[in-house]
């Protein structure tokens, strides 16, 4: 089974703040996604990376950085927290692009 | 405008009774739709894939359908139970993109 972990299920941070956001795949995927879920909009994509060092901007990406340094591990960065950076974000993975993307159980993070 | 509408909102219905999901897309050229289920709690975990060619898949007590000339897809869930309960999401691939609906919240009650 495809599993994919988040570093924490819940953070509680203070504006102005520094986020670091940890995700890692153990089946050797390609492709790694980070989104954010918000009640009513859905999940959105923040920044994906076909390959280790590689990285692209989503639908969302202002605010948040990515590191891609070795393929099992995707990192989201905030570099500053704001409050409307609070929200539910998620990772996946997939073997390919289009292909089924496998997600982590998410981290629910407040700033405040 | 999200390019993938799902409806209703939420839905709360009576554990065993059978319900229908919505799902209509205006992405384009489409590739596949999944249809996934996410608990409360947990990232989502694929249900189904159609692609263009495929009208309906079941995966036990889930039929999805796609009507890929009106663009609409469904979801229906038989004899619910309270596991039903959850986000319910339809998400169309493109060529190189997944565009995610917004989900339905089901609840099955006792």
């Known amino acids: 089974d495809v599993k994919v972990t988040q570093s924490s299920r819940y953070l509680v941070k203070r504006t102005g703040e520094k986020v670091f956001l940890e995700c ?29 060092k590689m990285k692209e901007k989503g639908d969302i990406p202002e605010g948040y950085s ?26 996946a993975s997939s073997f390919l692009v289009g292909y089924e993307q496998y997600f982590g159980p998410g981290t629910r993070l407040t700033v405040t | 405008k999200n390019q993938v509408e799902q409806s209703p909102q939420s839905l709360i219905i009576l554990e065993g009774k059978n319900c229908t999901l919505q799902c209509n897309y205006t992405v384009s050229p489409f590739s596949n739709l999944r249809w996934y289920k996410q608990d409360t709690g947990r990232g989502p975990v694929s249900l189904t894939i159609m692609t263009f060619s495929e009208n309906t898949k079941s995966n036990g007590r889930y039929t999805a359908t796609l009507d890929a000339d009106t663009k609409q897809s469904s979801l229906h869930i038989t004899a619910s139970q309270l596991s039903d309960s959850a986000s319910y999401i339809c998400v169309v691939r493109e060529i190189n993109d997944m565009r995610f609906g917004a989900g339905t919240r089901l609840t099955v009650k006792p």
């Open chain 1, 24 to 52: 890692v795949q153990d089946m050797d995927h390609e492709n790694m996604f980070w989104y954010r879920q918000d009640p009513g909009l859905g999940l959105r994509l923040i920044y994906f990376s076909y390959d280790v």
């Open chain 1, 66 to 91: 990515v590191s891609r340094e070795k393929k099992e591990r995707f990192s989201l960065i905030l570099e500053s927290a704001s409050t409307n950076q609070t929200s539910m974000y998620l990772c």
